[in-house]
């Protein structure tokens, strides 16, 4: 990514409207003019800009009325097409739409072009006998204050998309979880039903929160997650669990996520100093109602699923017990494809090598090092290098990878793997 995008202002009228006009014989129509898009910039109508080495290369903006948001338009320079820019812009302009509280986005092409492909991808449905493409968003309202005070979100629609490598567990999820949940009609024709609650369990920085924060965007749930450490700063936490989850019984949908839940949740006769009974016990109880509501999920994650209550686990509370793990050469060799932005000089396959039992946290913190290297090393000489060869190289990658401790250890994994056979359920 070369670009960075920020909400439109008033200087950058001139360039925005130049891209509009002149990109209009590209492939990139608008059934509303010039002169509506110009009205709706200077009465600032929500707008985002991507700009790259101090010019704008895209924009994109939308009119509001009521709760429904009209995509007027979005416009690429032609260097930058194909490169994922619209569907950045896209993201950034649906997360302005969304604090307005807006319900529906649409977006109406006066023809079938290939834009049509990209509102597919990005989550819009196309209505009968138009190229009218809208999308849904949770309800604004009551719903809407509810999930504020949560501290819940709508969240990017490209997540599950992102998630890079990990097919195995990826695909586990989408057939188990993501598809039963989106297509309820279908899934009760076959007699399945659909999942309310669901336990990930694996090493640290495997990934477990990435999966559960992608699900929620597959799905277009808002994404509530709740901290025991900031439940327990309210004194009583039984008291604040119940209520927390009274309030998101309120919700219309919601997948709701609890990291660690080992902490609100271990076996009874193993518990820390300062956990009670009373805890468990909670949650044991609010888990049927809220198993007893469609269009919700819960998600816990643990690092040590052999800590955990077994009444908290048994069939009845969680559907699924699915375990995460360091990612396999596969899937490191695409998260290092992904973080090396496809430059042909860096040997992935070194890469993948020198990194194993890393998890994907690891391989971003090595990526993050040796970008960081290349950028200070750009920085240092007289003159910038060419913009082709910006980057980290193989060398640096492996330097950083060196410099990283790895999260998981030989002994982790064994653990890891005695867990899959004991626990797992899937």
């Known amino acids: 990514m070369n670009w960075l995008i920020h909400d439109y202002r008033e200087d950058d009228l001139a360039t925005v409207v130049h891209l509009i006009d002149s990109t209009a014989e590209l492939g990139q129509e608008s059934v509303f003019s010039l002169a509506e898009c110009i009205d709706a910039l200077t009465s600032r109508q929500p707008a985002v800009v991507a700009v790259h080495e101090g010019a704008a290369v895209g924009a994109a903006l939308a009119c509001v009325a009521g709760e429904r948001a009209w995509v007027m338009r979005i416009a690429i320079a032609p260097a930058w097409r194909g490169l994922g820019l619209a569907s950045a812009l896209l993201r950034e302009l649906e997360r302005r739409l969304v604090t307005l509280r807006v319900r529906r986005i649409a977006y109406v092409l006066p023809v079938e072009e290939l834009l049509g492909e990209g509102l597919r991808n990005a989550g819009y449905t196309r209505r009968p006998a138009a190229a009218y493409f809208e999308k849904a968003e949770p309800a604004g309202g009551p719903s809407r204050d509810v999930l504020d005070e949560l501290g819940g979100r709508l969240l990017p629609g490209d997540l599950w998309q992102q998630v890079a490598g990990m097919t195995s567990e990826k695909e586990l999820i989408e057939r188990r979880i993501v598809l039963p949940l989106a297509e309820p009609a279908l899934a009760a024709r076959h007699g399945v039903r659909p999942p309310r609650s669901i336990a990930l369990f694996g090493p640290p920085g495997t990934g477990k929160t990435t999966f559960a924060r992608a699900v929620a965007s597959r799905l277009?749930?808002?994404?509530?997650?709740?901290?025991?450490?900031?439940?327990?700063?309210?004194?009583?936490?039984?008291?604040?669990?119940?209520?927390?989850?009274?309030?998101?019984?309120?919700?219309?949908?919601?997948?709701?996520?609890?990291?660690?839940?080992?902490?609100?949740?271990?076996?009874?006769?193993?518990?820390?100093?300062?956990?009670?009974?009373?805890?468990?016990?909670?949650?044991?109880?609010?888990?049927?109602?809220?198993?007893?509501?469609?269009?919700?999920?819960?998600?816990?994650?643990?690092?040590?699923?052999?800590?955990?209550?077994?009444?908290?686990?048994?069939?009845?509370?969680?559907?699924?017990?699915?375990?995460?793990?360091?990612?396999?050469?596969?899937?490191?060799?695409?998260?290092?494809?992904?973080?090396?932005?496809?430059?042909?000089?860096?040997?992935?396959?070194?890469?993948?090598?020198?990194?194993?039992?890393?998890?994907?946290?690891?391989?971003?913190?090595?990526?993050?090092?040796?970008?960081?290297?290349?950028?200070?090393?750009?920085?240092?000489?007289?003159t910038p290098g060419?913009?082709?060869?910006?980057?980290?190289?193989?060398?640096d990658y492996l330097v950083a990878i060196e410099r990283c401790r790895p999260t998981v250890t030989p002994a982790m994994v064994d653990a890891f793997t005695a867990d899959i056979a004991t626990y797992a359920r899937i």
């Open 220 to 382: 277009g749930w808002p994404f509530v997650e709740l901290l025991p450490s900031r439940l327990a700063d309210q004194g009583n936490l039984a008291a604040a669990l119940r209520e927390a989850f009274a309030r998101i019984a309120e919700l219309e949908r919601v997948l709701v996520f609890i990291d660690e839940v080992e902490e609100i949740a271990p076996a009874r006769g193993e518990q820390p100093q300062g956990v009670a009974h009373g805890i468990t016990n909670e949650l044991l109880k609010i888990i049927p109602g809220f198993r007893e509501r469609d269009e919700r999920l819960l998600v816990c994650a643990t690092n040590s699923v052999r800590s955990l209550d077994p009444a908290f686990l048994r069939p009845g509370r969680f559907d699924y017990l699915i375990p995460i793990g360091t990612p396999d050469p596969a899937a490191r060799a695409a998260m290092w494809r992904r973080h090396a932005a496809g430059r042909a000089g860096v040997d992935i396959d070194a890469l993948v090598v020198a990194s194993e039992l890393f998890t994907p946290a690891d391989i971003e913190y090595a990526a993050r090092g040796a970008a960081q290297t290349a950028f200070e090393r750009d920085l240092a000489r007289p």
């Open 386 to 395: 060419p913009v082709e060869a910006a980057g980290a190289t193989t060398e």
